[in-house]
Structure formats: C-alpha cells, structure tokens
C-alpha cells in the first residue's frame, strides 16, 4: 500500500531534473557573495540582487510586469497550442492539404521573430495583441509539425478498425487519431514552452510593451546593475518553475498511454 502512495508522485516528478543540478549555480553564486567586490557598477554582490528585488516588489514594480509577462506568455501557448494541434491534425491526415500548404508552411517557419516584429507593429500597433501574435507564430511550429507527423504516421490497421466498426468521422477522430496524437503534440507543445518564454521576454525588449523584459531594458538603461542580476533571476525561476509544472501535467496526461518500444530500425 505504501508503494501504490507513493509511485503516483514519482511519476509526476520523474520529468524534473535532479535538484543537485542546481548545486553548481549555488556555489557559484556563494562564491561570488563572498569573494566578489563588494561595491562594483557592473557585477554587484548577490545580495544587492536580493535588495532590489525586495525594493521592485515593495514599490509595485515587479508584480504588474511579471504578471503582464505570464498573462501574454500563457494565452500565446494556448492559442499555438489549439491552432498548431487542429491544423497538425488536418495536414497530417489530408495528402492534398499537405501538397497545398507544405510550400507555405515551410516559408512562413523560416521567418525569424526579429522579422515579424515590424510588420507585427505596423499592423497591430504597439499592444498586447502584438506580443501574442508574436509568440504564438514562434510556438506554433513545433506543436503543428509533431502533430501532422504523428498523424500521418497513423498505423492504417487502426483506421481499418474503425472503418469496420462503422465509425463515423466525428468518432474516428475523437477515439483514435487524437488519442494517437497525443504523445507527439505534448512533445511540440514542451519544446514550445521554452521557445515562448524567451519571446516573450524578447518582444517586450525590442517594443517596451509592459513586462519582464521591458522592466529589463529600463534597468540597463538607467544603469541599475543589481536590478538587472535580480530580474535575470526572477526570469531563471520563473522558466523553472513553468517547465517543471508543464513536466508534472505530462506524467500525469501520459499515464493512459504505454511506453513507446524502442525503434529496431
């Protein structure tokens, strides 16, 4: 009984990486509090980045920006998530969508974030809507890729089964290409999660739009070292933190789907 408590949570956290990872960026940062100069512009002390921080949080300057940062971060992934994952389905299960838009796909994935940006302020103007567009364009493409490769790649025996069932299409995609798919497009979907984090930050360097990122530039400008070591960490934590929740959810959506056997190709 004991064991049966326990292997629900070690599934949820066997996704994280071991917390003595962190070990080498705790001594580091030891290190550097006791052997660092103790008055320096450019590299202050650790606890000068915990002074700021505190001073950022009790002036009202952190919370509206690291919330502003999150709100625009989550609502990006959902939409890449909910677009990518229909318009994965739809190429991966249609040989003529996949002739007709795979030229397009490909031109519109090489275009870089730096690029988008201006056009991006020319049609939005400078708005959350354009911190959303930008985020979501870049998250999409790993989510919509695994997705239709995964349902190209469905095994045609099951198709065979629901034919045989007399499944109509509604059912067939709700029993078996989406529950085939699922794997795949939680992986895009974790390989997002970083991709639009780092935009997001990015979009509100390069256009000031509240956030993290923005809060950032204003500190270097105004020559704020302490601020600008204390945000990175805030930035580091909230990376963590985001992924280490999205790892959890995955166990815990995964557990209905069996190991993948390795390839023998």
């Excluded at 700021?52 to 009202?60: A, E, F, I, K, P």
């Excluded at 103007?125 to 469905?154: C, F, M, Q």
């Excluded at 509604?170 to 794997?183: D, E, H, N």
Aim: hydrophobic residues 55%; glycine residues 8%; proline residues 8%.
């Amino acid at each position: 009984m004991i064991e049966r408590r326990r292997f629900p949570l070690a599934r949820l956290t066997s996704g994280l990486p071991p917390a003595r990872g962190l070990l080498p960026l705790i001594l580091g940062l030891a290190l550097w509090q006791a052997f660092g100069p103790r008055q320096s512009p450019y590299a202050p002390p650790p606890s000068a980045w915990w002074d700021s921080v505190r001073t950022m949080l009790h002036n009202g300057k952190l919370m509206p920006a690291l919330g502003s940062t999150l709100v625009s971060f989550a609502l990006a992934i959902v939409i890449a998530a909910l677009v990518g994952g229909a318009l994965g389905l739809l190429i991966g299960r249609s040989r003529t969508a996949r002739r007709a838009l795979g030229p397009l796909l490909e031109f519109c994935r090489g275009l870089q974030p730096p690029v988008i940006v201006p056009v991006a302020v020319l049609l939005l103007g400078y708005a959350e809507s354009l911190k959303l567009l930008v985020v979501a364009w870049v998250a999409i493409w790993p989510i919509l890729l695994n997705t239709a490769s995964a349902a190209s790649l469905l095994d045609e025996l099951m198709l065979d089964i629901a034919r045989t069932f007399r499944l109509d299409r509604i059912t067939t995609l709700r029993k078996i290409i989406v529950p085939a798919v699922v794997p795949d497009f939680l992986l895009g979907l974790r390989v997002a999660v970083p991709l639009g984090i780092i935009i997001t930050l990015l979009v509100e360097m390069l256009t000031s739009l509240p956030g993290i990122g923005s809060l950032i530039v204003i500190s270097q400008r105004q020559f704020r070292s302490a601020d600008v070591y204390g945000l990175l960490v805030v930035v580091g934590l909230m990376g963590f933190l985001i992924n280490s929740l999205f790892a959890m959810a995955e166990q815990l959506l995964l557990r209905r789907w069996p190991p993948r056997a390795p390839s023998t190709r």
